[in-house]
C-alpha cells in the first residue's frame, strides 16, 4: 500500500535516497576514509620508528661491548712501548758471552709478545706504517725531511706506532715523512696536527 502511495505522489518516501543525503554521507566516508589513511599511516610511522629504535639500539650495545675496552686498552699500549724501548736499548755488543742480559732480554720478548697477541685476541692491531702513504686518519706527522727517490708524503720512519680497536683509532702512529722535493711530485699532504 505504501508503495502505491509513493506512486501515486502522495507523499515522498523517507527511505529514499535524496541527492542531499547522498552527499552528507558521501563526506562522511570520504571523511571516514582520510581518518583511516592517516591511522594507517600514523601506524606504519610508529612501527617504522620502533624497528628503527631497536637497530639503534642493537647497534649501541654491540658498539659498547666492542670498544668497552678502549680506555683500558689505551693504558696499556705504554707497555707495549716500553717492551719496545727496552728491547732496543740492549746493545747487540752486550749480548756476547753474558747469558744474563740474553735471559732478560728473552723475557722481555716474551712478555712483549704475550701483550701483542693479547691485544690482537681482543681486536687492537698495531699500526707500523713505514714506506707506506701518509694517512692524516692513521697517522700523525712529527717531522718531514727531503729524501731523494722518496715521493711526498712517503712515510720515512715510524716514531711510535699507533693503534686501531676493530676499527676505531686508538692512537695514531706518529711517523716522519719524506717531504715533497717540489718538482711536480705527489703534493705535500694536509697534515692533521691534532690528536
Given at each position: 500500500m505504501r508503495e502505491?502511495?509513493?506512486?501515486?505522489g502522495d507523499e515522498e518516501d523517507p527511505l529514499a535516497p535524496t541527492s542531499m543525503g547522498d552527499s552528507i554521507a558521501e563526506q562522511k566516508v570520504i571523511a571516514l576514509q582520510e581518518q583511516l589513511d592517516q591511522a594507517k599511516d600514523q601506524m606504519i610511522r610508529a612501527v617504522a620508528e620502533a624497528e628503527n629504535t631497536r637497530k639503534r639500539m642493537m647497534k649501541e650495545r654491540?658498539?659498547?661491548?666492542?670498544?668497552?675496552?678502549?680506555?683500558?686498552?689505551?693504558?696499556?699500549?705504554?707497555?707495549s712501548d716500553n717492551f719496545s724501548r727496552a728491547l732496543d736499548s740492549i746493545p747487540a755488543?752486550?749480548?756476547?758471552?753474558?747469558?744474563?742480559?740474553?735471559?732478560?732480554?728473552?723475557?722481555?720478548?716474551?712478555?712483549?709478545?704475550h701483550l701483542l697477541n693479547t691485544f690482537e685476541k681482543h681486536g687492537i692491531q698495531k699500526i707500523e706504517p713505514l714506506d707506506e702513504k701518509f694517512d692524516p686518519n692513521l697517522?700523525?706527522?712529527?717531522?718531514e725531511t727531503p729524501i731523494p727517490g722518496k715521493a711526498g708524503g712517503t712515510i720515512i720512519q715510524v716514531i711510535e706506532p699507533g693503534y686501531v680497536l676493530h676499527d676505531r683509532l686508538?692512537?695514531?702512529?706518529?711517523?716522519?715523512?719524506?717531504?715533497?722535493?717540489?718538482?711536480?711530485?705527489?703534493?705535500?699532504?694536509?697534515?692533521?696536527t691534532q690528536v
Amino acid at each position: 500500500m505504501r508503495e502505491m502511495a509513493y506512486e501515486l505522489g502522495d507523499e515522498e518516501d523517507p527511505l529514499a535516497p535524496t541527492s542531499m543525503g547522498d552527499s552528507i554521507a558521501e563526506q562522511k566516508v570520504i571523511a571516514l576514509q582520510e581518518q583511516l589513511d592517516q591511522a594507517k599511516d600514523q601506524m606504519i610511522r610508529a612501527v617504522a620508528e620502533a624497528e628503527n629504535t631497536r637497530k639503534r639500539m642493537m647497534k649501541e650495545r654491540e658498539d659498547g661491548r666492542k670498544y668497552a675496552i678502549s680506555g683500558f686498552a689505551k693504558d696499556l699500549l705504554d707497555f707495549s712501548d716500553n717492551f719496545s724501548r727496552a728491547l732496543d736499548s740492549i746493545p747487540a755488543e752486550a749480548l756476547e758471552g753474558n747469558d744474563l742480559i740474553k735471559n732478560v732480554l728473552s723475557g722481555i720478548e716474551a712478555m712483549e709478545k704475550h701483550l701483542l697477541n693479547t691485544f690482537e685476541k681482543h681486536g687492537i692491531q698495531k699500526i707500523e706504517p713505514l714506506d707506506e702513504k701518509f694517512d692524516p686518519n692513521l697517522h700523525e706527522v712529527m717531522f718531514e725531511t727531503p729524501i731523494p727517490g722518496k715521493a711526498g708524503g712517503t712515510i720515512i720512519q715510524v716514531i711510535e706506532p699507533g693503534y686501531v680497536l676493530h676499527d676505531r683509532l686508538l692512537r695514531p702512529a706518529r711517523v716522519g715523512i719524506a717531504k715533497d722535493d717540489g718538482q711536480g711530485g705527489d703534493q705535500t699532504p694536509h697534515i692533521d696536527t691534532q690528536v
